[in-house]
């Protein structure tokens, strides 16, 4: 089992930025996927960025240009660099991993880390 814990969110104005962590408590080298996605209130939770196990991203039309996600498989830890924040980024970050092993999927969440732009 994966555990994942969220760090980073926060309160910051429009124009800042924020760096968000998951630490997970396993080794990640070998999960495939690592994932960030929000939830705003009254909202679906959204897909955000995807990091490979090569370190290959991809993202939210929303956020390319200004989020960037990244993985140190040394320190087991994922990260979102988030820079020009607007008002609509406010949400609950969470950080998500995906992999299949012995022909089983497995996937594991973070409790989540709230960040809130200002006007």
């Known amino acids: 089992q994966v555990q994942l814990a969220e760090s980073g969110g926060g309160l910051v104005q429009a124009g800042g930025s924020l760096r968000l962590s998951c630490a997970a408590s396993?080794?990640?080298?070998?999960?495939?996927?690592m994932n960030w996605y929000r939830q705003a209130p009254g909202k679906q939770r959204e897909l955000v960025a995807t990091?490979?196990?090569?370190?290959?991203?991809n993202y939210a039309d929303s956020v390319k240009g200004r989020f960037t996600g990244s993985r140190d498989n040394a320190k087991n830890t994922v990260y979102l660099q988030m820079n020009s924040l607007k008002p609509e980024d406010t949400a609950v970050y969470y950080c998500?991993?995906?992999?299949?092993?012995?022909?089983?999927?497995?996937?594991?969440w973070g409790q989540g880390t709230q960040v809130t732009v200002s006007s």
């Open positions: 998500n991993a995906k992999y299949w092993r012995d022909y089983k999927f497995y996937e594991y």
């Open positions: 396993t080794s990640i080298s070998s999960i495939a996927v």
């Open positions: 990091i490979s196990s090569s370190g290959n991203t």
